[in-house]
């Protein structure tokens, strides 16, 4: 088995861009974390999946939703993808959004935006893998805000 330490160090070379997922509970209550383990999966019909922890507090919220969505963060958003990865009561003080067409958080100001149904859960290791139908979506000009050996970084060009 490869040694974790050396597992993250090889995992950090691949920079990948940072969402945040959001959804609403039962109550109508917003919930929302960074996530940069999202990937396009399919064309036809149009998939994504993201990677949630099972220890995540947004996973039992996830679990029990039919609906997300992806906010891909721009260049300018770093400090938002900080507070929906930080333990902070409430992540959606002071961050703009409005009601999707599934009635999930949409986010202001980002660089992309993906309305999903969930259309499959898989369990792997310790998180699990959703899988989502995007079912309305919006993209923006800018610039990404990306992940890099355990920093943000920021495409220049």
């Given at each position: ?20 997922i959001t959804t609403t509970d039962d109550n109508g ?23 949630v922890g099972n220890d995540a507090t947004m996973a ?68 699990v893998i959703v899988v989502g139908e995007v079912v ?22």
């Amino acid at each position: 088995m490869i040694d974790a330490d050396l597992f993250r160090a090889v995992l950090g070379r691949f920079a990948s861009g940072i969402t945040v997922i959001t959804t609403t509970d039962d109550n109508g209550t917003p919930h929302g974390m960074t996530v940069s383990a999202f990937s396009s999966l399919s064309l036809d019909p149009p998939l994504v999946l993201v990677c949630v922890g099972n220890d995540a507090t947004m996973a039992p919220v996830l679990a029990a939703k039919d609906s997300f969505v992806v906010n891909v963060l721009s260049a300018t958003q770093e400090a938002v993808s900080r507070r929906f990865a930080g333990k902070v009561d409430d992540r959606f003080a002071g961050v703009g959004y409005h009601d999707g067409k599934l009635g999930d958080p949409v986010l202001d100001d980002v660089l992309a935006s993906m309305q999903c149904r969930i259309v499959a859960r898989h369990p792997a290791g310790d998180h699990v893998i959703v899988v989502g139908e995007v079912v309305d979506a919006a993209a923006f000009e800018g610039k990404p805000l990306l992940y890099y050996r355990g920093g943000y970084a920021v495409l220049e060009r």
